[in-house]
């Protein structure tokens, strides 16, 4: 079975400043998708960031990066020029690859146990 | 703009009830999920539905159950309500696209057992 570990229960980070958060998954699947998930105090879970294992090119969105390291299984987000709106709870999710038609199974996400980030002033 | 739409936000319930969690999305998307979130474990996978009237364990399925009889709907049912049960319930849609895209996720219901 798939398992995703997040180890940084909280972080903190100041405005304007760089965090990472780290993520190290399991699985024996050689083709998946990992996600960063962000879900602030309104509990809406909000999708960061996509990985797909068969690029080596990690992915970016403005100011929110991946540094994918499959050999290591290791898929941590880097928040650039941090903003007060980035204080949230960030998920790190794993999904296997599917095939066929009915990709029931493979269209489970896995989920860490979560990372609160607060940005302080 | 498309949504996932939980009919509660926040629920409060006496234990031994059977409690009804409704959700609707309108992406006409084929699979449907129910997590549940508790601090330090992170989102738990209760039961999936990848197609009308199907539906699949997840990884924590005991004391519940779930219904699917339309596309746009997947309801989660509490047999028998416990306080193990207070939780937050997350429900989660998404396309049958072989996994490339990420789940479009409902508000969440607050649910406490007393």
């Known amino acids: 079975a798939q398992t995703v570990t997040q180890s940084q229960p909280e972080m903190s980070v100041q405005e304007a400043e760089t965090v990472t958060l780290s993520c190290t998954y399991d699985t024996s699947e050689s083709d998946y998708y990992l996600f960063w998930y962000k879900q602030p105090p309104s509990r809406q879970m909000i999708l960061v960031i996509r990985q797909e294992a068969y690029k080596q090119q990690n992915a970016t969105e403005n100011r929110f990066s991946v540094n994918f390291q499959k050999a290591a299984k290791s898929f941590s987000l880097k928040i650039s020029d941090s903003q007060l709106g980035d204080a949230a709870m960030y998920f790190c999710a794993y999904r296997r690859r599917g095939g066929g038609l009915n990709t029931g199974t493979a269209s489970k996400l896995t989920f860490g146990t979560g990372t609160r980030l607060q940005v302080t002033l | 703009d498309v949504k996932v739409t939980q009919s509660s936000r926040y629920l409060v319930k006496r234990t031994g009830e059977k409690v009804f969690l409704e959700c609707v999305q309108d992406?006409?998307?084929?699979?449907m999920f129910w997590y549940r979130q508790d601090p330090g474990l992170g989102l738990r996978l209760i039961y999936f539905s990848y197609d009308v009237k199907m539906k699949e364990k997840g990884d924590i399925p005991e004391g519940y159950s779930v219904s699917r009889e339309k596309k746009e709907r997947f309801s989660l049912i509490l047999e028998s309500a416990s306080t193990n049960q207070t939780s937050m319930y997350l429900c989660?849609?998404?396309?049958?696209?072989?996994?490339?895209?990420?789940?479009?996720f409902g508000s969440g219901t607050r649910l406490t057992v007393v």
């Open positions: 989660a849609s998404s396309a049958t696209d072989r996994g490339r895209r990420g789940y479009t």
């Open positions: 992406m006409d998307h084929e699979n």
